[in-house]
């Protein structure tokens, strides 16, 4: 069996299973080798039962005391029981397994294994899962796969296509050369699979990760360098002339610009009146006001009779901006006539707006990547912004080469990236940095709590609907049962439902929500119909609803201290005072410390740079730092050092250019960056 073959092919993996797969963007074998585990289970020692803590989740070994009561309710059985490690005693509560009474006897020893609830005094545990003694034994101390899965697939079939997959495929070639190989120690590629899928200890997984994040780095750079090639220092084919509007523009508003707004407006200008064509990225702190750079770009273009482009990650941040600009030619008097192309227009629709373009009736187009994929042409395309990139303009530079076009490209980004590591990744991209807030802002207040406190928490954001103000509760996962002791969106919008009265409107929304839905909810959500928004991180991108006064990130210990920053972004961007909630599940003294980083600072870099230095090589894995960067493996904060190992590696290997047939492929595959 070949690794290209298709998932179908695994023993067990019948056409129910491999849609699931499916899903989950796993169609091949490769792709199936590639579902990197997002944690591992460790079974560590037992605790005892006097030092549980709510929220903590842990195994406790102890003798069931007395029977077990059962009761029906609804469609529902509820079976609880007792345990004692002799001193302290725990209850424990399990639902619809009907079948319990056979599994555990009074008087007999287990080890129950979930996270604890109720209070301090009197813990609980709910449907943990349940070890005879020796068993767990075997277990302990070993590292245990844990996949993302989707509703219906469970971890032990992962699990299980996963080691069929390792043992009985070809096709897993190493394709770094060896000298690359020999010279930063890396393990070979098939080891690195067996390694991160399977490993026997810590220190295996260590090394295996780390070559797939070496691999995946040194790929990206080497193919971001080999597109830029070609077009670096391309002659200015339209220098552009300054003309009035952007002046009169910037009078009108109803604010002045920065200093650091000022300096990068005129940097930004000098690239489009200069000799080659403009290469830029604008790193700014969420709501430092990237976007009046972006439209006063645009202007100076449509004013020299030529088009420009804006693109944008996703169709609502899309739609968001083609309002704004609409919005400021009205109240303004732009030159611009915009057009929004994505892919949800009717083919109706999308040939009127071809024909805009074509014809250069529409001057600004904005949109999703399809803007410069699909068979849009353009009449004098001068100008593309891409707003909160995560892809560093690879993508829609190698489209836009492949079109013939020599236009200028600036690249918005709201993840701050230490110099270092951006020169690394941006190459020889011009970098400006807008490193000031505008000055009217109320800075945002923060907290960090545990658990305990959601019930005031939800008072709280009571309050602020009373107010007419909106929320959003960020939870890690999606559905239930996709990672232990995790929120899910799904579930804890229904929890929510009743905790607020019957008029508060609540929904959720998460990147698994086919594209018109979400759309749909965003809209309703930016119009003030929806007053909370339980919502994976997918609404971390560019999303502005200034209504929106608290947001509430459950799991908080999960994300790294950068992305819950571009999280916190969504919030303070209007007059009202704004108000971040970040809950810890994990009570753990060096976790609250971490997160309380967020308390002393609202900037980005500091921010970033604090994580770094606090996070030991003991936190592998389960934290993502650069949440829009969206590596597969690779965290360009968490793996800095492998990042300047490969860039290093990348510049060797290009000058020298021994490619194998391997490599080449490799390099010519496309990346898959995957956005969580
Ligand atoms: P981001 O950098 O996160 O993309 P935006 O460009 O969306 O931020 O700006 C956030 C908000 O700040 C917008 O409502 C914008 O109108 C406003 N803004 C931008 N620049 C200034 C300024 N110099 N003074 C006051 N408000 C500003
Ligand atoms: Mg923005």
Known sequence: MHVTAEIRSLKGVGEKTASLF?????????????????????????????????????????????????????????????????????SLTFFNIPYLKNMIKPGETYIFRGTVSGNADTPKMEQPAVYGVEAYEKLRDTLQPRYPLTGGLTNHAVT?????????????????????RQYYQLTSYRESLEG????????????????????????????????????????????????????????????????AQKRVWEEVKADLQGETVMNRLIQGDVGSGKTVIAILALLLTVANGCQGAMMAPTEVLARQHCESIREMTAAYGLPFRPALLTGSL???????????????????????????????????????????????GV???????????????????????????????????????????????????????????????????GGEIAKGRQAYVICPMVEEGEMEGLENVTAYAEKLKTVFPRQVQIACLHGRMKAAEKKRIMEAFGKGDIDILVSTTVIEVGINVPNATVMMVENAERFGLAQLHQLRGRVGRGKEQSYCIFVSSSGAEHTMERLSVLQKSNDGFLIAGE??????????????????????????????????????????????????????????????FRSI
């Open 22 to 90: 499916g899903k989950l963007g796993i169609d091949t074998i490769q792709d199936l080798l590639r579902h990197y585990p997002a944690g591992y289970d460790t079974f560590r020692d037992t605790v005892p039962m006097r030092e549980l803590a709510p929220g903590m989740f842990c195994a406790v070994r102890g003798v069931l005391t007395g029977g077990i009561a059962a009761r029906k309710g609804g469609r529902l059985t509820v079976s609880t029981c007792r345990i004692s490690d002799g001193t302290d005693t725990l």
């Open 196 to 259: 991160i899928h399977f490993p026997e200890n810590e220190a295996m997984l260590r090394q295996a990760r780390r070559r797939l994040v070496f691999d995946e780095f040194f790929l990206f750079i080497v193919r971001l360098r080999k597109s830029r090639e070609c077009s670096i220092r391309i002659r200015n084919p339209h220098p552009l002339t300054e003309t009035a509007d952007t002046v009169r523009f910037l009078e009108r508003l109803p604010y002045t610009l920065t200093d």
């Open 346 to 392: 009717t083919a109706k629709e999308k040939r009127e707006c071809y024909r805009r373009i074509e014809s250069g009736e529409a001057n600004v187009i904005i949109g999703t990547h399809a803007l410069i994929q699909e068979k849009a042409v353009y009449r004098n395309l001068t100008l593309v912004v891409t707003d909160e990139q995560h892809r560093f």
């Open 160 to 180: 299980k296509a996963m080691r069929q997959a390792l043992s009985l495929c070809d096709g897993i070639d190493e394709y770094l050369p060896d000298e690359i």
């Open 611 to 672: 994580d770094l230095r606090r996070r030991g090589p003991g936190d592998l894995f389960g934290i993502r730092q650069s949440g829009s960067l969206a590596f597969r493996i690779g965290d360009i904060y968490q793996d800095a050092k492998v990042l300047q190992e490969a860039g290093e590696a990348a510049d060797r290997f290009l000058k020298e250019g021994a490619v194998s047939d391997a490599l080449e492929q490799a390099i010519a595959s496309p990346v898959d």
């Open 395 to 461: 993508r829609q530079r190698e489209a836009l080469a492949g079109k013939g076009m020599d236009t200028h490209v600036l690249v918005m980004s709201a993840t701050p990236i230490p110099r270092t590591l951006a020169i690394i990744l941006y190459g020889d991209l011009h970098i400006s940095v807008i490193d000031e807030l505008p000055r009217d802002r109320l800075p945002i207040k923060n907290c960090v709590v545990d658990t305990g406190y959601r019930r005031k928490a939800y008072r709280f954001i």
